[in-house]
């Protein structure tokens, strides 16, 4: 069984209205903070993705906030993320996994469940990008370049959702709003600037695009991705992080036996906090609710000080392999450096999920190691019995 991957899409050829946003987007007089909205699967990705090489022409590096916490662009799902990108993406069908410059761990795959803790962490994001990055040094000899932003949302454009993006947009209040509509009016977000009263007028250049994937009417259309499989490929990667890249794992048996044995990091519980994102937990059930599921890794020195939004930043990922209660000791593997992982003292649980196929696997495997022991328990059993007959 080969490691699960979404079916190959054919890159969209750029329509000349594709064109002419990208030119106004990337030529602004100054470093452009552009928001990408619209329904899921509008192509806001794939905009997003050709916006970015397009302002690599400009500009030696570009933010990229990602909010889509279901199907992120560079890390994994269940984080919001903000990267820094300095190179173009040879393919714009398929974004690699990259090292975020700050992450936050938000334990699901959808804001529906606290959608005002999900804007409080976007807010976060987008200060710190604020005060590294789009601000300049007081002294005029330290000017620093300021960098231009890319945020991509989520396709959840109405009810609650929709109340999430307005928030969000009157928060950051982008220089540019691009907003992906399909043939399906209803689908579609309000026209205008609908993230404002009417007494107000906004300072954001508002784009409305038509999405380049079409019907066999020339009618604009979703594209449909399987995005549970999406999400298991993307959460096995980065555990192969764990591994050389000479190692060879091409199917999910391989990955799920070389993370079955590979040493784990021990952790003492004394060592950590462990804090439930989504629900309580029995206090002397708290570490038996962390086997075999997969934790955020915080450190609490990472908590930043010039915010009110104080959620500590995210190292990575873990696997809790297994916990020992005499020992006080919990069995983790995660790709995050040892000198990272030194500092880690919060680990948050939510709702990411081990990918199903390594899950089965694994549990095929215990099954076939316990049958094996029963076996030679009876096997033994007989041969005792028989002797002392």
Not at 21 to 34: G, N
């Amino acid at each position: 069984m080969g490691l699960a991957s979404p079916p190959p899409r054919q890159a969209p050829l750029v329509p000349q209205q594709w064109a002419d946003a990208l030119d106004a987007i990337s030529t602004s007089r100054s470093p452009p903070i552009a928001i990408i909205c619209g329904p899921k699967n509008s192509g806001k990705s794939t905009f997003s993705r050709i916006l970015l090489n397009s302002l690599l022409k400009r500009y030696d590096r570009v933010g990229y906030l990602d909010t889509d916490v279901g199907q992120p662009e560079f890390f994994v799902p269940g984080c919001l993320s903000l990267h820094l990108v300095d190179e173009c993406l040879p393919d714009l069908m398929k974004t690699p996994m990259r090292e975020p410059e700050r992450c936050i761990f938000s334990g699901d795959i959808s804001s529906k469940r606290d959608p005002d803790a999900y804007i409080n962490f976007i807010f976060q994001l987008y200060d710190y990008f604020l005060e590294k990055f789009y601000q300049s040094d007081d002294a005029y000899s330290h000017r620093k370049a300021l960098l231009p932003l890319i945020i991509n949302t989520a396709g959840w454009v109405k009810g609650t959702g929709f109340d999430v993006l307005v928030e969000l947009l009157k928060y950051i209040s982008p220089t540019h709003v691009v907003q992906m509509r399909i043939s399906a009016e209803s689908k579609n977000l309000p026209t205008g600037a609908f993230w404002l009263s009417d007494k107000k007028r906004g300072s954001s250049k508002l784009i409305e695009l038509a999405t380049v994937f079409t019907d066999s009417f020339n009618r604009s259309v979703l594209i449909r991705k399987n995005a549970h499989s999406m999400r298991d490929l993307r959460l096995s990667d980065y555990f192969k992080r764990c591994f050389p890249s000479t190692l060879n794992i091409s199917t999910n048996k391989e990955l799920a036996h070389a993370l079955a044995s590979i040493p784990p990091y021990q952790i003492h519980f004394s060592q950590v906090k462990v804090m439930h994102l989504y629900c309580q937990v029995p206090k002397h059930e708290v570490f038996y609710s962390l086997n075999a599921t997969i934790v955020g890794l915080a450190a609490s020195s990472t908590v930043p000080t010039s915010s009110a939004r104080c959620t500590p930043w995210c190292v990575g990922l873990g696997i809790v392999r297994g916990i020992d209660a005499k020992k006080g000791m919990l069995y983790v593997i995660t790709p995050v450096s040892l000198c990272k992982l030194e500092k880690v003292d919060i680990l948050f649980q939510g709702f990411i999920e081990i990918p199903t196929s390594l899950l089965q696997l694994c549990t095929v495997d215990l099954m076939r190691g316990s049958v094996l022991k029963l076996l030679l328990l009876l096997f033994f059993y007989f041969v005792i019995n028989f002797f002392n007959f």
